[in-house]
């Protein structure tokens, strides 16, 4: 999985300049950053992987179907027309 970088001097620098105090402000930073490093992000190679299966799977029903209409359709048309 991905890491994201995080500037915390500028997180710091933005809430100082919101009204915030240098100590509450590097807490709340702190906060964040620890929050942020737990979360799961995914990148689009990982998404990728993970959905190849899915696809292929998908891509032979299409077949399977096609397979499966034609047979319907020459049965119906034998129906219809019979030699």
């Known amino acids: 999985m991905a890491t994201t970088s995080f500037d915390t001097l500028k997180f710091v620098e933005k809430l100082k300049s919101g009204g915030?105090?240098?100590?509450?402000?590097?807490?709340i930073s702190e906060a964040f950053r620890d929050a942020s490093g737990e979360a799961e992000l995914i990148t689009?190679?990982?998404l990728q992987i993970e959905l190849?299966?899915?696809?292929?799977?998908i891509s032979l029903i299409k077949w399977m179907m096609g397979i499966l209409?034609?047979?319907v359709m020459a049965l119906l048309l034998k129906s219809f027309f019979p030699a």
């Open 69 to 71: 209409l034609g047979g």
């Open 20 to 27: 915030i105090s240098e100590d509450r402000a590097k807490v």
């Open 52 to 57: 190849a299966p899915v696809r292929s799977d």
């Open 44 to 46: 689009k190679k990982d």
